[in-house]
C-alpha cells in the first residue's frame, strides 16, 4: 500500500467514512475531525510509519508540518518517510 | 453561617521550599522551570518542567516513612507542617474529632506506580515492595497529614485533574462555613514529574518544549510542574477568640461542569464558575482588583479564559489585574491551584501582585492586564483564583481581605 493510500485509510477510519470518500482537496474539518480526532490520527500515522510528527496542537500553522488538507498531510508523511529512509 | 479565614499557608514548590521562599520568587518573577531530571528523561520529547530540586527526602523523613510516603505525600507532609505550625493549631478532643483533610491530587502516588511498573515489565521482576498499595492510593496524602495532627474529622481526596485543589479547598471552605468543622487542613499535592507521567502529557501535544509563557502571543504550550499547597481554613470566630494571625478570608465558591468536550474548555462554563463566585461570596464585581488566572499557556485555555473573565466581569474586566504564576512554577495539575492560592494571598496581605513571566507578544484575544514579566504593587481586596480541568469542570475560590 502506496504512503497516501495509507494515510487516507486511517483518516477515513477517524472520520468514520470509506477511503473512497476522502479526496485529496478535502480538509480535516470537511471531514468532520476535530482537535482530538487530528491527535489521535497522527498517533496512528507515527506508528504506522515508525515516524515523528513534528506538531504541536498550540500552533498548528507555526508546525514544520502542514494540516490544512488531505494532500497537504499526504505530502509531509511522504517527506518524512523519505527522510527517515534516505 | 460562618465566616471563614486562613490562619495558616505552607507549600514546597519550584520556586521554593516555605511560602516566604515562594513570596520572594513571584514578586522578583524568577522561573522555577528548567530541565528535567530523572530516569529515562532523555527518552521524552518534553525534557522541561517545574521541578523541585535540591530537596533530600532523608533530610526531612526517616526510612521507615519514606518506605510508605510517595513524592506528592512528602510534599503534601511539608506544606502541611508549614501551615499548621504557622497557625498554631493544635487538634485534641472535639475540635480534633471535628476538624479534618480535604486534599487534592490528580495522579496521587504516580511515581511509584511508575517505578513498580518499570520492575515488573521492564525489568522483569515478580515481587514489588508490600507498600505499593498504601504509597500509591490518591488518599495517601490525606490519610497521613490526618494521622500527622490527629485529625479525625472528615478526611478525603478529590481528584478533578487540574481543579483538584480549588475543588478541595471549596469543600474544606463549605464545611467551615456550614459549622460542621472548626477547621480544616486543605489545599492539593502532586508529583507526576516521571517518565510515565510526561510520556503520557506528550501524547497530547499540547506540552512546550521551551517555556510556559501564558497569554503571549507566541505561547507554545503548557509546562508540567510538581509540589503542594497546604492551608489552615478556620471559623473565623474561632480564629478570633484564640488571637491568631489571619492571612485572608474565603468568602466565595463556584463549581459548574461544561458537559460537553473531555478537553477542549468552553468560555460558558468558565464564565458561570466566575460568576457563581461572586454571587456565592456577595460580592460586588466591581470589588475585584485581581484573578488569580488559570492560564496555563496552551492556545486553547488562555483566549477561553480571557473571554469568559471579559464576560462575567464586564467593564471590570479592564480594569483588574489577572496574572499566570503558572510562568515561574509550571502546572503543578491536581496540586495547582494549592500553589496558586499563594499569590492571591500575596495579593492581598503584601499588596503584590505576582505577574505573568514570559510574556514576550501581546495577544489581541488576550487583551487583559497580564501583569506582564514584572510584579506590581496594587491595593486590591477581593481576588479570585481559577481552575479549569480536563472534563470541563471549573471551580472558582474568592478570597477577601481581612
Known amino acids: 500500500m502506496s504512503v497516501k493510500d495509507k494515510v487516507i485509510e486511517i483518516i477515513a477510519e477517524q472520520a468514520v467514512l470509506e477511503p473512497s470518500d476522502v479526496t485529496m482537496e478535502s480538509t480535516l474539518e470537511d471531514l468532520g475531525i476535530d482537535s482530538l480526532g487530528l491527535v489521535e490520527s497522527i498517533f496512528a500515522i507515527e506508528e504506522a510509519f515508525d515516524i515523528s510528527v513534528p506538531f504541536n496542537a498550540n500552533e498548528p500553522e507555526q508546525s514544520d508540518f502542514d494540516i490544512s488538507s488531505v494532500s497537504s498531510i499526504v505530502a509531509g508523511i511522504e517527506k518524512l518517510v523519505a527522510e527517515q529512509t534516505a | 453561617m460562618k465566616r471563614v479565614v486562613i490562619t495558616g499557608a505552607g507549600t514546597i514548590n519550584a520556586l521554593g521550599r516555605g511560602v516566604p521562599a515562594t513570596f520572594e520568587a513571584m514578586r522578583e518573577g524568577r522561573c522555577g522551570i528548567g530541565e528535567l531530571d530523572f530516569r529515562d528523561v532523555e527518552r521524552l520529547a518534553i525534557r522541561i518542567g517545574g521541578q523541585v530540586k535540591g530537596y533530600e527526602p532523608e533530610e526531612t523523613f526517616n526510612r521507615q516513612q519514606l518506605a510508605l510516603y510517595d513524592r506528592f505525600t512528602q510534599f503534601a507532609l511539608i506544606a502541611a507542617r508549614e501551615a499548621i505550625a504557622q497557625s498554631g493549631l493544635e487538634f485534641h478532643g472535639d475540635m480534633a474529632d471535628r476538624s479534618g483533610v480535604v486534599l487534592g491530587t490528580s495522579g496521587g502516588g504516580l511515581t511509584t506506580q511508575d517505578e513498580n511498573y518499570r520492575s515488573v515489565y521492564e525489568e522483569g521482576k515478580n515481587r514489588v515492595h508490600p507498600f505499593v498499595v498504601p504509597k500509591l492510593m490518591n488518599n495517601a496524602a490525606a490519610s497521613h497529614v490526618s494521622m500527622e495532627f490527629n485529625l479525625r474529622g472528615p478526611t478525603f481526596t478529590v481528584a478533578t485533574a487540574c481543579a483538584s485543589s480549588n475543588h478541595a479547598m471549596g469543600l474544606a471552605f463549605q464545611m467551615v462555613r456550614s459549622g460542621a468543622c472548626p477547621a480544616m487542613i486543605t489545599g492539593g499535592a502532586e508529583s507526576m514529574l516521571c517518565f510515565g507521567g510526561v510520556k503520557a502529557w506528550e501524547g497530547l501535544r499540547v506540552m512546550s518544549k521551551d517555556a510556559c509563557r501564558p497569554f503571549s502571543a507566541n505561547r507554545n504550550g503548557m509546562v508540567q510542574g510538581e509540589g503542594a499547597g497546604v492551608y489552615v481554613f478556620e471559623d473565623y470566630d474561632h480564629a478570633k477568640a484564640r ?53 496555563t499557556g496552551t492556545a486553547a485555555n488562555d483566549k477561553t479564559e480571557c473571554a469568559a473573565v ?27 491551584g494549592a500553589v496558586e492560592l499563594l499569590a492571591c494571598i500575596m495579593a492581598l496581605r503584601d499588596g503584590v501582585i505576582a505577574p505573568t513571566i514570559g510574556h514576550e507578544e501581546f495577544d489581541a484575544e488576550c487583551a487583559l492586564d497580564v501583569v506582564p514579566n514584572e510584579a506590581r504593587e496594587a491595593d486590591v481586596s477581593v481576588v479570585l483564583s481559577n481552575a479549569f480541568a480536563f472534563g470541563g469542570l471549573n471551580a472558582v475560590l474568592a478570597l477577601r481581605k481581612v
Open chain 2, 243 to 295: 488571637g491568631a494571625d489571619i492571612l485572608a478570608e474565603v468568602v466565595g465558591f463556584a463549581m459548574t461542569s461544561d458537559a460537553a468536550d473531555i478537553v477542549m474548555p468552553s468560555k460558558q462554563g468558565a464564565a458561570r464558575a466566575i460568576s457563581g463566585a461572586l454571587r456565592d461570596g456577595k460580592i460586588d464585581r466591581d470589588e475585584v482588583g485581581y484573578i488569580n488566572a488559570h492560564g
Open chain 2, 310 to 336: 471579559a464576560d462575567a466581569m464586564g467593564p471590570q474586566a479592564d480594569r483588574l489585574m489577572i496574572s499566570s504564576t503558572k510562568s515561574m512554577h509550571g502546572h503543578c495539575i491536581g496540586g495547582t
